[in-house]
T-cell receptor
Framework: SQQGEEDPQALSIQEGENATMNCSYK?????LQWYRQNSGRGLVHLIL?????REKHSGRLRVTLDTSKKSSSLLITASRAADTASYFC???????????FGAGTTVTVRA | GAVVSQHPSRVICKSGTSVKIECRSL??????MFWYRQFPKKSLMLMAT?????????EQGVEKDKFLINHASLTLSTLTVTSAHPEDSSFYIC???????????FGPGTRLTVT
């Protein structure tokens, strides 16, 4: 079943601006992952944050995790046109090996 | 490393025919593979989990006789959509989990169109 919910559903920004999207989930998790999907393509793994971590960085990406609020955020700094894609969070509920995906945030970066 | 391929990338078939989609882990062994379905502008919905050498576990609401899954080896899983209908048209994505970790690697997806 779908556990994650992303907010906003869509985001349009100018190149160079930052993009922030949020993900909320319902049950306890082992970890939370963020993926990117370009239109009509498969998923690209961006970053995994474990339940005992609060923040993680990878290049221009910054992910936070607040297990008390059951939420995570993905920040893309200095966005580029190539960042245009849909972004999904996926949770790995504690005790369940299956990933549950959120509805996704569609990000459009205008040149 | 950790590359997953899917074949075909696109397929168009006539209503009533069957279509087989292959998912391969190219450079690692995958004890578990997952099959997802994605409708336009929607999230991925897990259809089934397949483990090498055993029967697949289907999610609630997914017809196992309609979507046949075979995980014949540690590098290959196939999904066969039997007696396809236009409502089966969708984007099907597989993922593979490595033996050593629980990280999933996704294939590029297969676009199925049933006419």
């Amino acid at each position: 079943s779908q556990q994650g919910e992303e907010d906003p559903q869509a985001l349009s920004i100018q190149e160079g601006e930052n993009a922030t999207m949020n993900c909320s989930y319902k049950t306890s998790i082992n970890n939370l992952q963020w993926y990117r999907q370009n239109s009509g393509r498969g998923l690209v793994h961006l970053i995994l944050i474990r339940s005992n971590e609060r923040e993680k960085h990878s290049g221009r990406l910054r992910v936070t995790l607040d297990t008390s609020k059951k939420s995570s955020s993905l920040l893309i700094t200095a966005s580029r046109a190539a960042d245009t894609a849909s972004y999904f969070c996926a949770t790995d509920p504690a005790g369940d090996y299956k990933l549950s995906f959120g509805a996704g945030t569609t990000v459009t970066v205008r040149a | 490393g950790a590359v997953v391929s899917q074949h075909p990338s696109r397929v168009i078939c006539k209503s009533g025919t069957s279509v087989k989609i292959e998912c391969r882990s190219l450079d690692f062994q995958a004890t578990t593979m997952f099959w997802y379905r994605q409708f336009p502008k929607k999230s991925l919905m897990l259809m089934a989990t397949s483990n090498e050498g055993s029967k697949a576990t289907y999610e609630q609401g997914v017809e196992k006789d309609k979507f046949l899954i075979n995980h014949a080896s540690l590098t290959l899983s196939t999904l066969t959509v039997t007696s396809a209908h236009p409502e089966d048209s969708s984007f099907y994505i597989c993922s593979a989990e490595t033996v050593s970790s629980y990280e999933q690697y996704f294939g590029p997806g297969t676009r199925l169109t049933v006419t």
